[in-house]
């Protein structure tokens, strides 16, 4: 197909997030949706990490030439990125605990039968 | 059913993004790149670029980072539930199984 | 969660276990001279709760006192920059630059692997009910 020909490697990442996010649409587990969300997070990290990429680049230390240095701007931020998503998903895991040890319950259909009796 | 409506949505809503991406051609100047590489290791004695960003130039970032993981621990020590609050729920469990009623 | 406890496992991971620890610490306080710095080395220090528990799954360590120290940590990671870098004081003084950023580095390699380790800890060590659910 000639589309594949238009497609380059960040798109791939922008792919993972709309994967992620045909998971949390229509998964019928609440740990899976949970999941999801997570790899809706990581998709954006990745595709953020890819920006300005150059062939050959060495790491951002004092030991490589300056016109040979790969960006170090994006990995700073996505540092804190990645430990943001991490906070994220233990807070909703600790109240998914609550909520299914109160109800009894890890799918969403029955929890919702249950909240409305 | 709506397992293939919501895969049709996302798909279109993909090919959408990526031809919208892929038809625009934009050279955006790398400011931030030349600065921090050229003055990293003047303004800051520090050998990694990445260290001098995150705590010289970007220390806010730092700062609020660590301030939203205790946030988020504190909150996980307060939601998850103790082991005397599952007493209850025990017992009204037993209840539910000895009057043998379906909970759905 | 309890199966028949595997004896090979519990001896390589203690014989492993000072060597992450030290691996830990290197990648804390070279931060500002080789790629790793704070958050790197705090997830290998946190690692390190994670291994106790899998091997040896007893409640030993009060997980109060850690986050404690974590609450400790964050106060002094919030007040130093404040003090020290927001007022200009570092830039007045070249030489203690480098101190300044291997302190930083300790205090947020610290934090996050108390924090993280915390985290495991009080949802691995928890006693709930599991009879009457039907899914």
């Given at each position: 197909?000639a589309l594949?020909e238009?497609?380059?490697?960040?798109?791939?990442?922008?792919g993972l997030?709309f994967?992620?996010?045909y998971?949390a649409?229509?998964?019928r587990?609440i740990?899976?949706?949970?999941?999801?969300?997570?790899?809706?997070?990581?998709?954006?990290?990745?595709?953020?990490?890819l920006?300005n990429y150059?062939d050959?680049?060495g790491?951002?230390i004092?030991?490589?030439?300056?016109?040979?240095?790969?960006?170090?701007v994006?990995?700073?931020?996505m540092?804190t990125?990645?430990?943001?998503?991490v906070?994220?998903?233990?807070?909703?895991?600790?109240?998914?605990?609550r909520?299914a040890?109160?109800?009894?319950?890890?799918?969403?259909?029955?929890?919702?039968?249950?909240l409305?009796? | 059913m709506?397992?293939a409506?919501?895969?049709?949505f996302?798909?279109?809503?993909f090919?959408?993004?990526t031809?919208?991406?892929n038809?625009?051609d934009?050279?955006l100047?790398?400011?931030?790149?030349d600065?921090?590489?050229?003055?990293?290791?003047e303004?800051?004695?520090?050998?990694?670029?990445?260290a001098?960003?995150?705590l010289?130039?970007?220390?806010?970032d730092?700062?609020?980072?660590?301030l939203i993981?205790?946030?988020?621990?504190?909150?996980?020590?307060?939601?998850?539930p103790?082991p005397s609050?599952?007493?209850?729920l025990r017992?009204?469990?037993?209840?539910?199984?000895?009057?043998?009623?379906d909970?759905t | 969660?309890?199966?028949?406890?595997?004896?090979i496992?519990?001896?390589?991971?203690g014989?492993?276990?000072?060597?992450?620890?030290?691996?830990?610490f290197y990648?804390?306080?070279?931060g500002?001279?080789t790629?790793?710095?704070?958050?790197q080395?705090?997830?290998?220090l946190?690692?390190?709760?994670?291994?106790r528990?899998v091997?040896f799954p007893?409640?030993d360590i009060?997980?109060?006192i850690?986050?404690?120290?974590?609450?400790?940590?964050l106060?002094?990671?919030?007040?130093?920059?404040?003090?020290l870098?927001f007022?200009?004081?570092v830039?007045?003084?070249?030489d203690?630059r480098?101190?300044y950023?291997?302190?930083?580095d300790?205090?947020?390699g610290?934090?996050?692997?108390?924090?993280l380790?915390v985290?495991?800890?009080?949802?691995?060590f928890?006693?709930?009910?599991?009879?009457?659910?039907?899914?």
């Open positions: 197909m594949l238009y497609l380059d490697i960040s798109d791939l990442a922008v997030f994967i992620g996010l998971g649409m229509t998964q587990n740990i899976k949706t949970i999941m999801s969300v997570g790899i809706m997070d990581l998709a954006a990290v990745v595709f953020f990490m920006a150059q050959g680049a790491p951002p004092s030991g490589t030439p300056v016109d040979r240095m790969a960006d170090p994006p990995q700073a931020l540092i990125a990645i430990v943001i998503g906070s994220v998903i233990a807070m909703c895991l600790a109240t998914f605990m909520v040890y109160r109800y009894g319950t890890a799918d969403w259909n029955i929890l919702i039968r249950r409305e009796k | 709506r397992l409506l919501s895969a049709l996302v798909a279109a809503v090919l959408m993004v031809f919208i991406t038809t625009h934009e050279e100047h790398p400011f931030l790149y600065y921090m590489t050229e003055r990293f290791e303004d800051t004695a520090a050998r990694n670029a990445v001098a960003i995150l010289n130039y970007r220390m806010y730092t700062m609020f980072e660590a993981l205790l946030a988020a621990i504190i909150g996980m020590n307060q939601f998850l103790v609050e599952l007493q209850s017992q009204r469990d037993a209840q539910d199984l000895d009057q043998g009623g909970r | 969660m309890t199966g028949p406890e595997s004896s496992i519990r001896v390589v991971v014989l492993l276990y000072p060597f992450i620890l030290l691996l830990g990648v804390i306080i070279n500002h001279y790629p790793g710095g704070g958050f080395g705090g997830s290998i946190a690692s390190l709760f994670i291994a528990y091997v007893v409640e009060d997980s109060e850690l986050h404690l120290a974590q609450r400790f940590v106060s002094l990671l919030l007040l130093g920059p404040v003090v870098l007022t200009g004081g830039h007045a003084h070249p203690y480098a101190a950023l291997t302190l930083m300790i205090l947020i610290v934090q996050v692997g108390f924090g380790g985290a495991v800890l009080r949802f691995a928890f006693k709930g009910v599991g009879e009457s659910w039907r899914f």
